[in-house]
């Protein structure tokens, strides 16, 4: 299994430019979410799904749009890149049965906005 | 609404000793979990412990065990014999068991230093 996988890396976008935050995960999971981590705020829900079509806001959703047409991928998109969006992203998923069901996190996207 | 407060910013401990990290949680819920994750500079987000709330034991991973407080909303993590791949930063966690949806809510972190 690959787990959770995030592309790109690292990305640097111009002020009001679009760009699409790529995730995937091959286990299965019903639920995936997308975090940003800014320093001293921990990690922020921006968008989850709880399934393929549903999808949902979290705590800090303006200026991200996300859908979700099959179980494996969650993309996440910045329609006007803004300097405030420059953070760490994380894409996650876990199943959403039973107790013991961990979340799996993918390496990070590091994006700058200029 | 549930939050978790982690009040301490830094920590800085010795090679081979013991340090324990706190966290605080509020929540009106009785069914719960806590986590805590370790992120070193790698960026990656790594479970180290889980405390399901209904379970009065502590929870226990090798050097890692937790101080499960429920009527204090206090969950602390102890790590034993203080090795240098501990330094990271540590990332205390709420999720409600009472929804198959629910959200995971993080602290803003504790950075630790290891000393050698």
Known sequence: NAGVTQ????????????????????MNHE???????????????IHYSVGAGITDQGEVPNGYNVSRSTTEDFPLRLLSAAPSQTSVYFCAS??????????FFGPGTRLTVL | ???VTQSQPEMSVQEAETVTLSCTYDTSESDYYLFWYKQPPSRQMIL?????????????????????????KSFSLKISDSQLGDAAMYFCAYRSAESSASKIIFGSGTR???RP
């Open chain 1, 31 to 45: 639920y995936m979410s997308w975090y940003r981590q800014d320093p001293g705020m921990g990690l922020r829900l």
């Open chain 1, 94 to 103: 876990r199943f959403t049965r039973g107790h013991h069901n961990e979340q």
């Open chain 2, 1 to 3: 609404a549930q939050t």
């Open chain 2, 112 to 114: 630790l230093s290891i």
């Open chain 2, 48 to 72: 180290v412990i889980r405390q399901e709330a209904y379970k009065q034991q502590n929870a226990t991973e090798n050097r890692f065990s937790v101080n499960f407080q429920k009527a204090a």
């Open chain 1, 7 to 26: 592309t790109p890396k690292f990305q640097v976008l111009k002020t009001g430019q679009s760009m699409t935050l790529q995730c995937a995960q091959d």
